[in-house]
């Protein structure tokens, strides 16, 4: 075994164990969900924690106490707001360290270190960063660029449904969406998205182990989302394609 296979396989720091509780709870929750539901008692506000849009519609009746915390979609914005805002500060941390050298802010080393990234090497900067690429480095970008692709024309697909051909939303009615993975799927830009994230872990050499449970906590939680949307989709539409998975393609 690789000196840094040990490494990695040794340390469950706390931000591993937390990857790693998530990704356990969504396994359990979606385990769940196969079970027959006449087996397992109900629980309103269980079912309305794990689900969201349109899979809500399918669920048991909802407490008050619930449907007061709704918020609308649109208020996602908030997120990418603040994600563009701090991922672009780390972009342009590293640009800064790969190209002109500067150090890391003290806090954000302070961060990474209680977060168990005790050490991290950051590549020679200068001329030599492209000779450094790996094929990994090149297999995991074009994954990352195929998925991005997919994810998007899904969403485009999805969005078409309600507008009318100039563009103009005429309805919030749920139809049937058809082209591109939805040919396969339900969910097809649930599974673009943990192909993304496959991608991050392909360029990162497929060695690390803190990403691969960010994987497989992305994994549970997308296929536990694709799952109650095929639930949706299959009780309201009777023609829906009847070989059309979930999540994975013919398996799933």
Request: hydrophobic share 50%; aromatic share 18%; with cysteine.
């Amino acid at each position: 075994m690789a000196p840094w296979a040990g490494a990695e396989l040794s340390a469950l720091n706390p931000l591993r164990a937390v990857w790693l509780t998530l990704a356990a709870a969504f396994l359990l929750t979606l385990l769940l969900q196969l079970v027959p539901s006449g087996l397992l008692p109900g629980c309103a506000l269980f079912q309305d924690l794990i689900r969201y849009g349109k899979t809500k519609e399918g669920g048991p009746s909802r407490p008050a106490a619930c449907r007061a915390f709704d918020v609308p979609k649109r208020y996602f914005s908030h997120f990418y707001i603040i994600s563009v805002l701090w991922n672009g500060f780390l972009l342009w941390s590293l640009t800064q360290s790969l190209f002109v050298g500067a150090p890391f802010p003290n806090w954000l080393h302070h961060l990474l270190r209680i977060l168990g990234a005790a050490q991290f090497r950051v590549y020679v900067i200068g001329k030599n960063l492209l000779m450094q690429a790996r094929w990994f480095h090149i297999l995991g970008m074009m994954m990352f660029i195929w998925s991005s692709v997919h994810q998007y024309k899904c969403h485009v697909i999805l969005g078409n449904l309600r507008k009318n051909k100039a563009g103009v939303v005429i309805h919030c009615n749920h139809r049937i969406p058809f082209g591109d993975w939805f040919e396969y799927v339900s969910s097809p830009n649930y599974l673009a998205e943990l192909m993304i994230y496959i991608s991050m872990a392909v360029t990162f050499g497929f060695h690390n182990l803190t990403w691969w449970l960010v994987v497989t906590y992305v994994f549970f939680n997308q296929a536990l989302s694709a799952f109650l949307s095929h639930k949706f989709y299959k009780s309201k539409f009777v023609s829906y394609p009847k070989h059309r998975k979930a999540f994975l393609p013919f398996l799933f």
